[in-house]
């Protein structure tokens, strides 16, 4: 049984024990402890949703959220807790140099959050992004909240809340002349995210220091460090959230970079060999071609995983872990024995290198399908992505036998994966 199916349990249970829905019904908030908790389970495995698709089901199902208000209790209610990540920029990805060639950082293999965050404060990119020419790290770690009140928005209205010396945990804080910059990291990727993680450590400093306090989320995957800086329109609203500015960053490299020229020369190249080959059949449906690599970047990690595994870490349901797997094994980099996944030789190789090595080396496996290439080149001779239609008559005109409907699901998912091409490629 997965970690996620024992929270739901253990939650079911507790909204039973203390009619935690009658409650939250009549528009109110619901206290519990973090020791009714324990008895089922550890608060800290109960209560941990960095997003929204980890919440137990029960949640899911009536629309609630849980925020901590002191050391050892939480309020559970209609309340909105997660802001939706904005619509990727298509910007071009910014290169940067470290200042220092360091030895003890291979910028190719960053297994972890921690990592992520000190490859960017090392390599210069954070100063470049918050555009303050010295930074030190000042601020770390778990510490208290201190005491604050605000309102956050429900379901019917707005609910006040104080919080009194609740624990948070700050990934990496950095001052420098004119801000100080609170930072949360993250190695994975999610459509939202729980707002506390920027809005809890703002209050616990905005309150004490005289410099601004900046917020600063940075999600790394694929080699591409993408920084978002939020504010908070009203301090005391917890919902007034908004984006100020992004930026997406590489370590630099002399190796050849993903572009149109070189995707040309890709699809030129597997023509000349008529190449149209995969193991597995047609493409699987898996529209966000960046969770496949997500999965990749997790099995480089872990070398071996399950598709329960796959289901926690990326917040699946064990079917859409099955499709994205599936995804893997069509581009020849997973295989699977004894209900275990793992990387295949040349899926090892692939993830091994830097950003432009492994996205070029990307490209050629997801071009190896002739109707891919064919849609591919069709879609930069016009300047502009095929419909899901016109990549349904391709697919029919290359041999594909589906029903309308799956072969439509299926155009959508080819669609997808040329668009993360095209969005992830260099300038010429």
């Not at 778990?142 to 624990?167: C, D, L, T, W, Y």
Request: hydrophobic share 35%; aromatic share 10%; with cysteine.
């Amino acid at each position: 049984m997965s970690r996620r199916d024992l929270n739901g349990e253990a939650w079911e249970v507790l909204f039973r024990r203390y009619a935690i829905l009658d409650c939250v019904r009549q528009g109110r908030l619901f206290e519990i402890s973090a020791e009714q908790i324990k008895v089922l389970r550890e608060p800290r495995l109960m209560t941990k949703f960095d997003d929204s698709e980890r919440l137990p089901s029960i949640f899911k199902d009536n629309g609630l959220g849980i925020l901590p208000n002191t050391r050892g209790t939480y309020l559970i209610g209609s309340i909105k807790l997660f802001h939706k990540f904005e619509v990727p920029s298509t910007s071009p990805i910014r290169h940067i140099t470290p200042v220092l060639p360091l030895e003890s950082i291979d910028y190719t293999q960053i297994m972890s959050e921690a990592l992520a965050l000190n490859s960017a404060y090392s390599s210069g990119m954070l100063s470049s992004f918050l555009e303050e020419e010295y930074l030190y790290p000042t601020i770390s770690g778990r510490m208290s909240s201190f005491s604050f009140s605000f309102e956050v928005e429900g379901e019917r209205k707005r609910h006040p809340i104080s919080v009194n010396n609740a624990q948070i945990e700050i990934d990496g804080g950095y001052e420098g002349e004119s801000s100080i910059t609170l930072i949360e990291a993250k190695n994975h990727l999610a459509n939202d995210f729980l707002v506390r993680q920027l809005y809890y450590p703002f209050r616990r400093w905005e309150a004490v220091m005289r410099k601004p306090v900046r917020s600063v989320f940075l999600t790394y995957s694929n080699g591409i460090y993408h920084f978002r800086e939020y504010a908070f329109r009203d301090t005391n609203c917890y919902n007034s959230i908004e984006l100020l500015k992004e930026a997406r960053y590489v370590i630099g490299t002399d190796s050849p970079q993903l572009t149109l020229q070189s995707i040309r020369g890709i699809i030129e190249e597997l023509e000349i060999s008529d190449e149209d080959y995969h193991p597995e059949g047609i493409i699987p449906q898996a529209d966000d071609f960046g969770r496949v690599i997500n999965i990749l970047e997790e099995l480089m990690r872990g070398q071996e995983l399950e598709a329960v595994d796959i289901s926690e870490q990326q917040h699946f349901t064990l079917r859409q872990s099955d499709y994205y797997m599936n995804a893997a094994i069509f581009l020849g980099l997973v295989q699977k024995g004894d209900g275990r996944y793992q990387l295949t030789a040349e899926g090892r190789r692939i993830m091994g290198q830097d950003i432009h090595g492994r996205n070029l080396a990307l490209a050629r496996e997801m071009l190896r399908p002739r109707f891919l290439r064919l849609a591919m080149k069709t879609s930069i001779e016009r300047g502009g992505l095929i419909s899901i239609p016109e990549m349904s008559d391709i697919m029919r005109e290359e041999g594909i036998t589906l029903s309308d409907s799956t072969v439509a699901r299926r155009a959508q998912t080819a669609r997808a994966w040329m668009k993360w091409l095209l969005d992830n490629r260099a300038e010429d």
